[in-house]
């Protein structure tokens, strides 16, 4: 019965978070309208929705998303091409649990960890 999830993440700024989602990690706007204090994006198969939180203080943020990809190692070289930071406990590696994976930190401490199955 179900059949799609859009994690809802917190931002401190809609701007900072448009920038870092669409402009270095390629998804697009696919709100119908332009909310104030709320963001929908998309990219291939996967939406992420964002809900303003000004007072966040993102050391304490522990928003996570685990995304899966079919080719990690493209994702991750496209990545470091675009000069994004990966996280400094995070490059892509091979897990115990049989998933390839390496995660980011988005501007609010949100942690996206992105796996493959090996």
Same mark, same amino acid.
């Given at each position: 019965? &179900?059949?799609? *999830? @859009?994690?809802?993440?917190?931002?401190?700024?809609? $701007?900072?978070?448009?920038?870092?989602?669409?402009?270095? &990690?390629?998804?697009?706007?696919?709100? $119908? $309208?332009?909310?104030?204090?709320?963001?929908?994006?998309?990219?291939?198969? *996967?939406? &992420? @929705?964002?809900?303003e939180f000004a007072a966040l203080d993102p050391t304490e943020n522990y928003g996570q998303v685990y995304i899966r990809t079919n080719d990690i190692e493209g994702l991750y070289q496209s990545l470091l091409d675009h000069e994004v930071a990966i996280h400094p406990n995070g490059p892509l590696q091979t897990k115990p649990w049989g998933q390839k994976e390496f995660s980011l930190l988005d501007p609010d401490n949100n942690l996206l960890t992105f796996g493959q199955s090996t």
């Amino acid at each position: 019965m &179900l059949t799609t *999830i @859009h994690p809802k993440l917190p931002m401190r700024d809609k $701007a900072v978070t448009i920038d870092y989602y669409i402009n270095k &990690l390629g998804f697009r706007d696919c709100g $119908a $309208a332009d909310y104030e204090g709320y963001l929908m994006i998309e990219k291939d198969n *996967i939406e &992420l @929705h964002f809900f303003e939180f000004a007072a966040l203080d993102p050391t304490e943020n522990y928003g996570q998303v685990y995304i899966r990809t079919n080719d990690i190692e493209g994702l991750y070289q496209s990545l470091l091409d675009h000069e994004v930071a990966i996280h400094p406990n995070g490059p892509l590696q091979t897990k115990p649990w049989g998933q390839k994976e390496f995660s980011l930190l988005d501007p609010d401490n949100n942690l996206l960890t992105f796996g493959q199955s090996t």
